[in-house]
């Protein structure tokens, strides 16, 4: 959305667009222009965080943002900031969560370790010493993150940089199909991480602090992420 919003796309280039990010991440956007705008509108669900224009300090949502950067009191003005791509997008981690725990197809796996074979995460020895000691319950889950930049266009630097979640406690193939993105930065370099990751470890801490509740046929979810 970023991009599109920077670049004042025609509905051509948004639909090469949306190809594109569909080859790499398939099902996680629209296929088509129309899905798009209906789905997303202007940002839809996903919230801008500005950081500021001259040193990338993070300067947050706007509701938040301080007058001027903490960092080189540069003034902080929001059409500016659009307009010049000083954002990021943040979705909540925490809806998306429980979006995927409330499918009635969706079961958390409990793995017991078995000496001497390790299929997954759940089978390892820390992973199962959270277990043994309390540390995680049955409906606490795993979150297992990476971030890495897709590059749009050949004729240019402009790249992607999505940051994608898993739940450990899916079965691998469930994985796939269920991806959490709660923050997608684009822009003509890589990330300042200290900057694009705020947002992201503050969702964990409250993850982990407050927790989730989910409800679906099977079953109800009444947990934390570790």
């Not at 001259?54 to 003005?77: K, L, M, R, V």
């Not at 969560?97 to 820390?126: F, R």
């Amino acid at each position: 959305m970023s991009y599109v919003l920077r670049h004042n796309l025609t509905g051509v280039a948004l639909q090469d667009l949306l190809t594109l990010f569909n080859a790499h991440f398939p099902g996680l956007v629209p296929a088509t222009t129309y899905l798009f705008h209906k789905a997303y509108g202007q940002f839809g669900q996903y919230k801008p965080h500005f950081y500021c224009i001259n040193c990338e300090t993070y300067i947050g949502p706007s509701e938040t943002a301080p007058q001027n950067c903490s960092s080189c009191n540069t003034e902080f003005d929001i059409e500016n900031s659009l307009k010049l791509g000083s954002y990021f997008l943040v979705l909540s981690l925490s809806a998306q969560i429980v979006d995927i725990l409330e499918k009635p197809d969706i079961h958390l796996n409990t793995k017991e370790s078995t000496p001497g074979i390790l299929s997954d995460i759940q089978c390892g020895a820390e992973y199962q010493k959270f277990k043994q000691t309390g540390q995680m319950g049955d409906d606490d889950i795993s979150i297992l993150w990476n971030c890495d930049g897709i590059p749009v266009f050949k004729s240019n630097n402009v790249q992607i940089w999505p940051i994608q979640c898993q739940i450990v406690e899916l079965s691998p193939r469930v994985q796939q199909g269920n991806i959490c993105i709660p923050c997608l930065w684009l822009g003509n370099s890589k990330p300042n991480m200290a900057t694009f990751l705020t947002a992201f470890v503050a969702q964990l801490k409250e993850l982990e602090q407050v927790g989730i509740k989910s409800f679906n046929k099977s079953r109800d979810y009444n947990g934390k992420c570790k």
